[in-house]
């Protein structure tokens, strides 16, 4: 089955820098790729997400980055800000039945 | 504009002591899903419902049931709470395409 690896599993930067996480996936039929971020004591927000027919998508300071070949994808935040530190998840949907496989986590830090 | 209502926000119950947790959405979408999540880990699936079609993971303990009396509407129903229950529950929405969205998680305690 599907298999969604995702580094690091912390990410300290400093407030203004940018923040890049990166996810891997086995199934090479999976075409939906969100990220959602997860503030402390609530739910999953999606931020953004991106299709297999695309490789780059940007929502002003996210951005998130499709390779199909090497089966991997990314999530990049420019100019951090305190708001941004959260739990950060990417997934991958199962074509066959549209279930999100999901990444261990990423739990970033904007140090002011 | 709350999508995916989730009451309560916080349920403590006692061990052994049933409990339903509540789930509503305004999306009007055909799939709803209920997660587990404990400590900052990845959402677990419990199950979800395409429409009144029920459908449970293979791993998901006897003791979580759920009822969706109409599209607007979802329970979870944790008959028997064990301490090892004590977690987040998350429930989400799914129409026509892919994403799924979000509740703001019902945190339950289990004393």
């Known amino acids: 089955g599907e298999n969604v690896e995702q580094h690091p599993s912390t990410l300290s930067v400093q407030e203004g820098d940018s923040a890049v996480i990166k996810c891997t996936y086995s199934?090479?039929?999976?075409?939906?790729f969100p990220w959602y971020k997860q503030e402390l004591g609530k739910g999953p927000q999606l931020i953004i997400d991106?299709?297999?027919n695309v490789g780059e998508k940007k929502d002003q300071r996210i951005a998130v980055t499709l390779n199909k070949t090497a089966k991997h994808f990314s999530l990049h935040i420019t100019e951090t800000q305190p708001e941004d530190s959260a739990v950060y998840f990417c997934?991958?949907?199962?074509?066959?039945?549209?279930?999100?496989?999901w990444g261990a986590g990423t739990k970033l830090i904007i140090k002011p | 504009d709350a999508m995916v209502i989730q009451n309560p926000r916080y349920q403590v119950t006692q061990f052994g002591k049933p409990v339903t947790l509540s789930c509503s959405q305004t999306?009007?979408?055909?799939?709803m899903y209920w997660y587990q999540q404990k400590s900052s880990q990845a959402p677990k699936l419990l199950f979800h419902?395409?429409?009144?079609?029920?459908?449970n993971e293979a791993d998901t303990p006897d003791n979580f049931q759920s009822r969706r009396p109409n599209t607007s509407f979802c329970f979870l129903d944790i008959r028997s709470p064990g301490l090892g229950d004590a977690a987040m529950y998350l429930c989400?929405?799914?129409?026509?395409?892919?994403?799924?969205?979000f509740g703001p998680g019902t945190r339950l305690l289990v004393l």
């Open positions: 991106i299709r297999s």
């Open positions: 199934d090479s039929a999976s075409n939906y």
């Open positions: 419902y395409y429409d009144k079609d029920f459908n």
């Open positions: 999306l009007n979408h055909n799939v």
């Open positions: 997934a991958a949907s199962n074509p066959s039945n549209y279930q999100l496989i």
């Open positions: 989400a929405t799914r129409g026509l395409s892919e994403t799924q969205y």
